[in-house]
């Protein structure tokens, strides 16, 4: 199974209403690719991409390698037949400053890397972010971007968290097309980054 035919951009919607860190994922025309949800309480991060927000079928799940670690690695895996499209892989402590991520086929060879544009906007954001009522402001005008660049340097894709309360609302473009496959690989570990840095703030 591997997403196809999408229509970008796609829209990733937080709830606000759940404690647990489930998003939406829906293209252009409003349709739904995908509900992402994170399971609470876990020390290794464990994340189930279901069809929609029925959960009635999972699709995807993704799963770190070790406990919540700046080195992780998470896995990408098709639910029906177990098989593997690759992993996500943090780029230790160069992420601790701006976000640098390596993505991995099924034969642990590089792909894609995902990198944050300006390492600046989610500084101020943080130091903003403390400060009494304006801080709650900041997700309207400190919003990062993230480019995915393949081996020869192009970028194919672009992620931005777009203007919103509580930094809920990421939006995500294709500049190249790609093969379904990799796109699939690629869509899996955006919405795992995407958790991930949401988390950081």
Do not use: C, H
């Not at 606000?16 to 860190?21: D, E, F, G, N």
């Not at 919103?164 to 995500?172: D, E, I, N, T």
């Amino acid at each position: 199974m591997v997403l196809n035919n999408l229509n970008y951009p796609l829209d990733f919607k937080f709830k606000i209403s759940t404690l647990a860190s489930d998003f939406n994922i829906t293209d252009r025309n409003g349709n739904y690719v995908a509900y992402v949800r994170q399971k609470m309480f876990k020390l290794k991060e464990d994340v189930i991409v279901f069809n929609d927000e029925s959960k009635s079928k999972e699709l995807f799940r993704i799963r770190a390698n070790k406990w919540i670690d700046f080195n992780s690695s998470y896995s990408l895996n098709e639910v029906a037949t177990g098989k593997s499209f690759g992993r996500l892989a943090r780029k230790g402590m160069r992420s601790i400053w701006k976000a640098s991520y390596d993505i991995l086929d099924a034969n642990d060879q590089p792909k894609f890397k995902i990198q944050e544009d300006n390492a600046w906007v989610r500084f101020f954001d943080g130091m903003v972010g403390e400060i009494p009522i304006i801080g709650m402001f900041t997700g309207y005008f400190l919003n990062p971007t993230y480019t995915v660049s393949g081996l020869d340097g192009k970028a194919y894709f672009k992620l931005k968290k777009m203007p919103s309360f509580f930094g809920r609302r990421f939006q995500l473009d294709r500049l190249i097309d790609i093969d379904d496959e990799e796109e699939s690989v690629v869509i899996l570990s955006l919405l795992m980054m995407t958790l991930l840095e949401r988390a950081r703030g």
